[in-house]
């Protein structure tokens, strides 16, 4: 008998599908290693490389886009090790305590440059750096996030699982934000009074990069691993690395919320600069302490408007489900861009706060839901192929949606460039300024558009994933 023929039976009580507490907040510690590890290089390569040491954005850019690249390939290495893997500890915990001690060690030595160096100089050490980086990276991250998609079998629970870790990354964002502000604090002020905005960037690695190696022990000690206690340690089979990419995008929901993804995280990360550039020389008229200053009022606005998006939309997927919280993340998205044009504005700088805080409320509600989409997406799969394959989807998604955020990335510093932006004037020309405005409102709504429609293909409703929850456990048992 197929397992597609079988009855439907009831399903868990919702009591024993509960996770701990400390497990969801151990889950939700590897938002630290993520934002950091992934982000932080991102956010200050401009500030450190452009702003101060003169670097061409082109360049930059280029870096960051080569450096996806090559995530995305370790991404898929690293998942399909995970999925594979039998140790006491688990397939997935060995790898995060690993890979999250490294990348802590490794992040101030991101930014150990001199000055002076050509330009071909910086951007050959900014390359070799990505090579030995980013494979530890993934040695965290692809672990981290296939053991969000199987800490529990319930639709709901995994939606709160996501919250729960959305809700903590706040913290790591907001670090984020204060960054720029920190390497121009007056501490790293060289003899001339201007910022030592080098020397600030390796001290806030520093910090941070201690932080990290102390989480990483934390979600290990904390942290465990359902599905392969239960399941896979005793009767899953070896996957082979082929099925990591080819297989895996053979599963039709799972293409449809990737093209969401893909299409949101591109449009984005398109225009990812030219915030903070709108506020250094639109607002604040190219000074760029001020700036900075305004980049962490921004960041607070956005930690607010983020935690209020995530019990909103949770609250959505509850009553409605999962594809019709996305759609409404995707639509209020769609305002906030275009409401970019009229928040960037030197005689209200204040309206800033609501550019950040509008964007940040759809950011935390999208990922909360896409993420909690991954679980559903492992059990259609499983009823198909009899296997519990979450590497392999967490790897895949990143392997095709960082090839996406490594066209866009690659792209904003050229779309900065196009615009006529020039980093040795304080004042910027009148075209320059409007450039940079209309395509941080434009950019973006292209790629929501796409994602919309992207998601109403989905078709894994709440209703769909009792049915294959229900055949999984007549099959192989509960968990």
Known sequence: MNAADLPLTRALPPLADRLPLKQ??????????????????????????????????????????????????????????????????????????VGGVLAGIGLPLMFAVGRGWTDMQYFSFMLVSMVIY??????????WVSLGAEMTPDYHERTTVMAIRNAIQKGPELAMFFAAQF?????????????DILRGAQTYCAILGAIMVAVSIAIFLLVRERYYEKLVARTQTHIPF?????????????????????????????????????????????????????????????????????????????????????????????CAFIGDWWLYDPERPVLQLLAC????????????????????????????TGQRREGSFAACQSWISKVGIALGTGASGWILQFTGFDSKLDVQDPHAIFMIRILLSSIPVIGLVLALLSLLRFELTEARMAEIRNRLETTRGRV
């Open 24 to 97: 969801k907040i151990g889950f939700g510690l590897g938002s630290v290693l993520d934002m950091w590890g992934h982000w932080l290089y991102p956010s200050l390569a401009s500030t450190v490389f452009n702003i101060f040491l003169g670097v061409a954005p082109g360049l930059i850019s280029t870096v960051q886009m080569i450096k996806i690249f090559i995530d995305a390939a370790s991404d898929a290495v690293f998942g399909w090790l995970s999925d594979n893997t039998r140790t006491r500890y688990g397939r997935r915990r060995p790898f995060i305590l």
């Open 134 to 143: 980013v494979p530890v990276m993934s040695c965290f991250n692809m672990p």
């Open 183 to 195: 390497t121009t604090l007056a501490i790293f002020n060289q003899s001339n009074g201007k910022p």
């Open 242 to 334: 082929a099925d990591t990419l080819w297989r895996t995008l053979r599963c039709r929901p799972f293409r449809h919320i990737l093209g969401m993804m893909l299409a949101y995280a591109t449009g984005t990360a398109m225009v990812g600069t030219l915030g903070f550039y709108a506020t250094v020389y639109f607002v604040c008229g190219g000074d760029i302490v001020q700036g900075a200053k305004w980049n962490t009022a921004m960041g607070l606005a956005g930690m607010g408007f983020g935690f209020a998006g995530i019990p909103f939309f949770t609250w959505i997927a509850r009553r409605h489900g999962k594809r019709v919280g996305l759609a409404a993340v995707l639509s209020l998205a769609i």
């Open 357 to 384: 805080g509008f964007v940040a409320f759809t950011g935390a509600g999208f990922w909360t839901l896409y993420n909690a989409t991954l679980g559903d997406v492992v059990d259609y799969d499983e009823l198909q």
